[in-house]
C-alpha cells in the first residue's frame, strides 16, 4: 500500500490540527501572549494615541516574533519525547515534505489566529486605517516565514535539555529582516505611500524560507535524533 | 546525508510565488506623485527598475533614502550620484577583496591539501595527526608574516599617508575598520565552506575549521563595529545610528557568530555539533550578500565601498598601507586559526596513541 506524499502530508496535517484541537491550551497560549505582550506597551511607554499609532507597527510585529517563539517549541518536543519524530523520519516519504506538513500545522495553529487578531489590537493602539490592508498582508505573508525559519532553529536544539533559550538566540537575528521589511510596509501605509516594496521583499524571503527551510529542518532533525 | 528534491515541492513554491505576485499587483501605483518632485530619479539611476513592481521598491529605496538623514550625507550628493550612474562594466568589486580571498583560500589549500590522494585524506584519523604537524611548522611563518605587515602597513598608515581632506586625521582608523570588516566577511564565507565539505563529507579537519573560524569571526566583527563606531562619532557626529542597513547587518552577523558559537558549545557530541552548527551556518549565509550589498544598494549614511585600486576614488598613499593591513589581518587570522585548530586537534583525539605520544616526547 504505497501511497504519494500528498496522502501524507494531508495526513499530517490533519493529526497535528486534531491534536491542537484537542489540547487547546497550544493554540490559546501563544495568542494570549501575543496579547499581553502588546497591551504592556500602552502601559510602559505611553498611552497617548499618537505615540501609539506611531509604535503601532512594530509592537504588533514584535509580538508576533515573540509568540511565534514561544510557541515553536510545541512543533516538535512532544513528536520528539514519544517517537513519533523518529517514525516520520523513518517513513519513506521525503521528510522535508513531512516537515513542510509539521510546519503548516503549526502556522494554521499559532500563525492564523495572530493575523486574525491583530487587526483588533492594532484599532486599540489607534493604528492609521490606512495601514490596515498592510498590516494584514505583512501578517500573512511574514507569519508562514517565522514558522519556516523557527523550524530550523527548533529542529537543532530538540535534542538538547536547555534549549529554551539557545532557540532564541539562534532565531531571532534570522528573524530580523521580516521585522524590517514588514514594519516599514506598514509605515508606509500609514503615510498614505505606496508600500508593495517591502512587502515584496518580505514576499521573496518567505518563498525563499518554503523552498529551503525544510530541506534544512529535515537535515537538522536527522542530526538531532542521530 | 542524502537530500531529496521533490519535483512537487517546487511547483507548489512557484505556485506560491504566482499567487503571491497576484496578490500584490493591485497594491502598486504608478510612479508619479509617489517620488517627491526634487529628486530626478533617473539620475540617480532607477531606471533600471520597471513596471508597477519596480515603483514599489523604488519607494522603498526613497524612503530608505530620505528619512533618517541630513540631505548633504545621502541623496543629492553629487559624488554619490556619479558613483550611481557609472557604467556597469566599470563598477566592479573591489579586485582587492577577491584577491585577499583567493589568497587566502590557496594558503588554505596549500596547508591541507594532500595533492597525492584526496580519498585518501578523507576519514582517516592519521590525517588530523598530518594536520598537527604540518600547521606546527606553518604558524610560526604566518606569524612571523603578520607581525611584519602589520609594523609597515601601521608606520605607512600613521605617519606616511597624506591627511584627508575633511576628516583630517580621523580617517586614519580605516587602517584597523576595513581590514576587520573584509576578513570578518571572507572568514563566513570560508566557514561556510568548511561547514558544507564537514556536513557533506564528514571530513572532519573542515568540521574542526569551521569550529574554530567561529570565535575569531565573532572577535573581528565586534572590532569592526568598535572601530566603526568610533569613527562614526568621530565624523558623523553619532556612534550608532538604528536606521543605517550597513550597521545593522554588521550587527546581525555579530549575532549570528554568536549563536552557532552558542550551538556549538551546547551539544556535548562533536560530530552532532559540527554538523548541527553547519546547517546554522549555511542558513545564516543569505546574511553575506546583504552585509556587502547594503552599502551599494541603500544609499545611506555609510559611505560606498570605496574602489582601492581607483586613483580618482582614493589616494594610492593610501590604499597601499591599507591593502598591507588588510594581508597583515589576513595572516593574523590564519595564524591564529591554526592555533586553535590544534588545540581542537589534541582535543578531540586525546584518546588516541599519537597524542599519547606526543605528550610523553615533549
Known amino acids: ?40 506597551y500602552p502601559l510602559s511607554v505611553s498611552s497617548e494615541p499618537k505615540v501609539l499609532a506611531t509604535i503601532a507597527s512594530g509592537v504588533i510585529w514584535v509580538a508576533a516574533l515573540l509568540s511565534a517563539l514561544l510557541s515553536l517549541d510545541s512543533m516538535f518536543r512532544s513528536d520528539y519525547e514519544d517517537g513519533t519524530l523518529e517514525q516520520i523520519l523513518m517513513s519513506p516519504h521525503p521528510t522535508a515534505v513531512l516537515v513542510l506538513a509539521k510546519v503548516t ?7 492564523l489566529p495572530l493575523v486574525v487578531i491583530a487587526p483588533l489590537l492594532a484599532l486599540s493602539l489607534h493604528l492609521d486605517a490606512a495601514a490596515f490592508p498592510a498590516l494584514l498582508l505583512s501578517l500573512l505573508i511574514g507569519t508562514p516565514a517565522l514558522s519556516l525559519l523557527g523550524a530550523i532553529g527548533i529542529a537543532l536544539t530538540v535534542g538538547l535539555r536547555r534549549g529554551g533559550l539557545l532557540l532564541a538566540i539562534l532565531i531571532l537575528p534570522l528573524y530580523v529582516p521580516i521585522l524590517v521589511l514588514s514594519s516599514t510596509a506598514i509605515q508606509l501605509a500609514a503615510e498614505k505611500v505606496p508600500y508593495s516594496g ?18 534544512a529542518t529535515a537535515a537538522a532533525l536527522r542530526i538531532s535524533l542521530r | 546525508m542524502k537530500i531529496r528534491i521533490n519535483f512537487n515541492y517546487f511547483l507548489l513554491s512557484l505556485g506560491c510565488l504566482l499567487l503571491l505576485s497576484l496578490l500584490l499587483a493591485p497594491h502598486t501605483q504608478p510612479l508619479q506623485g509617489a517620488i517627491p518632485p526634487e529628486t530626478n530619479a533617473k539620475a540617480i539611476g532607477y531606471q533600471t527598475e520597471f513596471g508597477p513592481i519596480g515603483t514599489g521598491i523604488t519607494v522603498f529605496k526613497r524612503r530608505v533614502l530620505n528619512s533618517r538623514f541630513s540631505s548633504d550625507t545621502t541623496l543629492l550628493n553629487k559624488e554619490k550620484v556619479e558613483q550611481m550612474i557609472q557604467p556597469k562594466g566599470t563598477r566592479r568589486f573591489d579586485r582587492n577583496f577577491w584577491l585577499a580571498e583567493l589568497l587566502f583560500i590557496v594558503l588554505i589549500a596549500y596547508g591541507f591539501g594532500r595533492y597525492d590522494s584526496i580519498t585518501g585524506f578523507i576519514k582517516k584519523t592519521g590525517s588530523l595527526k598530518y594536520t598537527y604537524h604540518l600547521s606546527a611548522r606553518f604558524i610560526p611563518w604566518l606569524t612571523a608574516i603578520a607581525v611584519l605587515l602589520l609594523l609597515i602597513g601601521l608606520v605607512d ?28 566577511l571572507q572568514l563566513y564565507v570560508f566557514m561556510a565552506l568548511m561547514a558544507a565539505i564537514g556536513l557533506i563529507w564528514h571530513i572532519k579537519i573542515a568540521e574542526i575549521l569551521a569550529a574554530a573560524a567561529a570565535p575569531l569571526g565573532a572577535a573581528l566583527t565586534a572590532i569592526s563595529l568598535i572601530t566603526g563606531s568610533i569613527w562614526g562619532g568621530g565624523t558623523w557626529n553619532t556612534f ?9 547587518s554588521v550587527l546581525i552577523l ?3 557568530y554568536l549563536s552557532i558559537m552558542g550551538l556549538n558549545s551546547a551539544i556535548e557530541d562533536r560530530r552532532t555539533a559540527a554538523s548541527a552548527t553547519a546547517i546554522l551556518t549555511l542558513s545564516a549565509l543569505v546574511i553575506i550578500p546583504f552585509v556587502i550589498l547594503s552599502v551599494n544598494y541603500f544609499n545611506t549614511l555609510h559611505q560606498a565601498q570605496t574602489q582601492i585600486f581607483n ?15 588588510i594581508f597583515a589581518f589576513m595572516f593574523y587570522t590564519a595564524a591564529t586559526l591554526l592555533m586553535r585548530v590544534r588545540a581542537e586537534i589534541i582535543h578531540s583525539e586525546r584518546n588516541t596513541q599519537w597524542v599519547s605520544e606526543e605528550a610523553a616526547g615533549s
Do not use: C
Not at chain 2, 168 to 176: L, P, S, W
Open chain 1, 1 to 40: 500500500m504505497k501511497k504519494s506524499a500528498a496522502t501524507a502530508f494531508s495526513a499530517l496535517v490533519r493529526r497535528d490540527l486534531l491534536l491542537a484541537y484537542r489540547y487547546r491550551a497550544e493554540i490559546v497560549n501563544p495568542l494570549l501572549y501575543f496579547v499581553i505582550i502588546v497591551s504592556l
Open chain 1, 105 to 111: 500545522a503549526h502556522w494554521i495553529t499559532t500563525g
Open chain 1, 198 to 215: 517591502p512587502l515584496l521583499m518580505l514576499g521573496a524571503l518567505s518563498v525563499l524560507a518554503l523552498t529551503l527551510a525544510p530541506l
Open chain 2, 157 to 184: 598608515g600613521l605617519v606616511f599617508a597624506p591627511i584627508d581632506a575633511k576628516q583630517k586625521d580621523a580617517y586614519r582608523i580605516i587602517f584597523i575598520h576595513v581590514p576587520a570588516s573584509s576578513i570578518s
Open chain 2, 240 to 248: 550608532w545610528e538604528w536606521g543605517d542597513p550597513r550597521m545593522m
Open chain 2, 254 to 256: 555579530l549575532f549570528i
Open chain 2, 311 to 325: 586613483k580618482n576614488s582614493m589616494d594610492p598613499r593610501m590604499a597601499r598601507p591599507l591593502v598591507i593591513m
